[in-house]
């Protein structure tokens, strides 16, 4: 395969953009589409559930509330053992807890042991596959990477509409109980994606080569110098970066309305004097329009012209699936809800595809693991502050066209923050392309030649320690250039009168046989 690419990202190595990858991107997408769809499957066993425990339905529907606030809340937890332990370990202990949460539930005798069961361990072990699953797509994947996120993100609409049909199965075949233990005998599928996550490392012998390289030049102790620090558990300095506290602030806000047109719109059609199941019909065609929208979107996002300005696609994204959610509060027939179920799901899936991609141009690969938890832990408070507040004006106004309306300001609202803040606050970088990074080659006589070309280098923190490198190597050069002249004249005879230009070629050029010259006879 001829030269390894090394990466200045975490491992350190060039993101293949395929490969395994491929196989990393389809554990993603398997563990994307449990994530979202698994809080809004379960709600089939509602029914059940409030009959067998004597609960109203929005005591049941704690459990989807706390399953989403356990997905999003959890991310800077998930980021530490990320960076602690690597994300195949933390994978498959999620896969367990996910397992088990749903399998315990299956046992229990009030709503208040599912809240713990189904909700916070299953919840939980949901948060530590989706995150990791994200962060090694990201380390697989560069140019490819848009394309990537869209068939990744598609995961999640062709999961509700399989989980969805399934639960209602299990609970017509074997009853809530068996259906709960069913399910968690298929989340242990969450243990086999983790078997995928095979970690980027560069060769062992090409690293061994290297250090007898550096071992020949005499830098080893320079080396042991320049050694970068530690790996921090949680990087705070993204909260640094203007362009992360953008995006962070517009997807708060985007969180608050983004999620509530899909839970309410088939109330929104049984309102209108419509069957319940040509109401639920809606989410189908919603969901079936968000299982191509996602990729498309990820194709268009990888074009060369597009990709450096992915934000203000994004941008474009939010404002088509605001606009929707408006012009849908005017919707009085199923015709009309129809056309607004078909728009959103274009726009959502747009959204869907573009969310991660966009965090992940602006941070980097190295700092994503610790950027994505933060995102997340303030995305977890919009998320539970965004559908029970369009509830309470639902119950204040009696009328669903101020839902639409609340929610597509917000989206709104986000688009604009994004896109104006990006234009007045962010100067376009560069970004350093797979060309550019550092191509490491065995030549011929078992030497390794490290071939860099320039890279430009965004952070000042790393500019200032490689100057200041690079000024300890220049002084640590000129310190064993005068021992070394210090050395010759010890050596030089003091009774020999010769010219001081035959001297300084005497102690410069060693002889033909690799001895130095100790007699004047010899300079002569």
Partial sequence: MGGVAVDVGAGGVKAPDGGWGWAVLAGCFVITGFSYAFPKAVSVFFKELIREFG??????????????????????????????????????????????????????????????????????????????????????????????????????????????????????????????????????????????????????????????????????????????????????SVVKDCGFVIYTVAASIMVLGLFVPPVFVVSYAKELGNEDTKSALLLTILGFIDIFARPTCGVIAGLKWVRPRCVYLFSFALIFNGITDLVGSQANSYTSLVVFCIFFGISYGMVGALQFEVLMAIVGTERFSSAIGLVLLMESIAVLVGPPGAGRLLDATKNYMYVFLLAGSEVVLSAVVLATCNFLFIRNKPSVPADNLENVTVTDSAKVEVCSKAIEVNDEEEKGAREEQEKETVKELKEEEEKDKEKAEEVRPESVTVGSQEVERFLKEPQQNGEVATSPETCL
Wanted: glycine letters at 10%.
């Fill in 55 to 236: 609960v109203g339905y929005s005591d049941t529907a704690w459990i989807s509330s706390i399953l989403l606030a356990m997905l999003y809340g959890t991310g800077p937890l998930c980021s530490v053992l990320v960076n602690r332990f690597g994300c195949r370990p933390v994978m498959m202990v999620g896969g367990l807890f996910a397992s088990l949460g749903m399998i315990l539930a299956s046992f229990s005798t009030s709503i208040i042991h599912i809240y713990l069961t189904t909700g916070v361990i299953t919840g939980l072990g949901l948060a530590l596959n989706f995150q990791p699953s994200l962060i090694m797509l990201n380390r697989y994947f560069s140019e490819k990477r848009p394309l990537a996120n869209g068939l990744s993100a598609a995961g999640s609409p062709v999961a509700l509409c399989c989980l969805s049909p399934l639960g209602q199965v299990l609970q017509y075949q074997y009853g809530w109980r068996g259906g709960f233990l069913i399910l968690g005998g298929i989340l242990l599928n969450c243990c086999v994606c983790a078997a995928l996550m095979k970690p980027l490392v560069a060769p062992k012998s090409l690293k061994a080569k290297v250090l007898e390289q550096d071992k020949e030049e005499g830098t080893e102790g320079s080396e042991k110098k320049t050694k970068k620090p530690k790996a921090k558990l949680l990087d705070f």
